[in-house]
């Protein structure tokens, strides 16, 4: 009884043994003959179980392989390619720029057919319009007072200024107000019906020295036809101004004569250009400078009344002339060169 348990045990070992010792084969046993070989579908086709031959889906018909093929087209490409060089080139040279190099501008990606936009390139970063570092910037204006409600000063004026960087000047400027000053009706009305008058001054000519800043720089779209550039710019200095009082107080005996006070200015204007070289500008500036007034005092004899020291006030006003000037900027040299390619 025994030995037939054994023997059962030995056969069910040899059942489980038996497939896998029939299926396993060495390397040097696996061999294929001519027939094989030649029967054998090509690489990109399979052969179904009816004896078929398929296609395998993705490679179509006239697609490259890979190899040699395709290094030869990837050498074609590479020779195509264009470069960040050669688009700086081109512009630089202001050539035909619908295409650079063998790649539409206008092409779309995926069709490689010109699109509906226009093939002309868009700068999402337009260079300065004008520079001004270098250049002298002349301002030919004329400008009126603002504040004063019992006299009008209005002057000729002109300025020079040096840009030593883009934002920074050095530069200067004249006034010119002798035979352009004038009392306002606001004077002659307060006089009449108030038996009063109200000492005013008569200014001839003024200089300054300025350092300009400026902070802004711009463009808007005018009437969705032009692009108006634009820019803001502060300054200060000093420098000296004549003036002398008005002779209101007792004019049969008091004339005066111009003299020479120191002054500062302060001021912001900004400018519209219509060229790279020309523009017309607004500034509101400050002139600020102590300033003598005839006195109020009068007196009754001949002898007191021609007494030149009791002309004026003892006590000095600080008067600020703000003006409006408006006048054309002008930068030289007309012509300017971009050191940066575009």
């Not at 190099?101 to 337009?126: I, N, Y």
């Not at 109200?198 to 802004?216: C, H, R, S």
């Not at 005839?294 to 004026?312: C, G, N, Q, Y």
């Amino acid at each position: 009884m025994k030995r037939t348990r054994i023997e059962l045990a030995i056969m069910f070992v040899a059942l489980l043994l038996g497939p896998t010792t029939a299926f396993a084969q060495d390397e040097d046993t696996m061999s294929f003959g001519e027939a094989e070989v030649e029967g054998a579908p090509e690489e990109g086709e399979v052969e179904d179980f009816t004896g078929e031959e398929e296609t395998v889906p993705g490679e179509e018909e006239g697609m490259v392989e890979e190899g040699e093929g395709g290094e030869a087209e990837a050498e074609a490409g590479a020779g195509t390619e264009t470069t960040d060089e050669d688009v700086l080139s081109a512009l630089e040279d202001d050539e035909d720029l619908d295409t650079v190099g063998d790649v539409s501008v206008g092409a779309t990606a995926e069709t490689g057919e010109e699109s509906a936009l226009p093939g002309h390139p868009v700068w999402a970063v337009q260079q300065v319009y004008a520079l001004r570092a270098h250049r002298v910037d002349v301002q030919p204006s004329f400008g009126f007072s603002m504040n004063d409600p019992f006299v009008q000063h209005q002057a000729f004026s002109v300025g020079a200024a040096f840009y030593i960087t883009e934002v920074l000047a050095a530069g200067i400027s004249f006034n010119w107000y002798r035979g352009l000053n004038a009392p306002t009706e606001t004077n002659f009305s307060v006089s009449r019906a108030t038996h009063q008058t109200v000492p005013i001054n008569e200014y001839m000519l003024g200089a300054q020295i300025n350092f300009t800043y400026v902070p802004i720089y711009g463009k808007f779209a005018l009437l969705k036809e032009w692009i108006v550039h634009w820019d803001v710019w502060v300054l200060g200095g000093g420098g000296f101004i004549f003036t002398r009082p008005y002779a209101v107080i007792d004019p049969e005996y008091r004339e005066f004569d111009f003299g020479m006070k120191f002054s500062f200015n302060v001021g912001i204007g900004g400018r519209l250009y219509l060229t790279r070289f020309a523009a017309i500008f607004v500034e509101l500036r400050d002139y600020i400078f102590p300033e003598e007034l005839e006195s109020l005092e009068t007196f009754s004899t001949a002898e007191d009344r021609a007494v030149k020291e009791d002309w004026i006030d003892d006590n000095y006003k600080l008067t600020n002339n703000v003006m409006l000037h408006v006048g054309v900027s002008l930068f030289l040299p007309f012509t300017f060169d971009y050191k940066l390619p575009k």
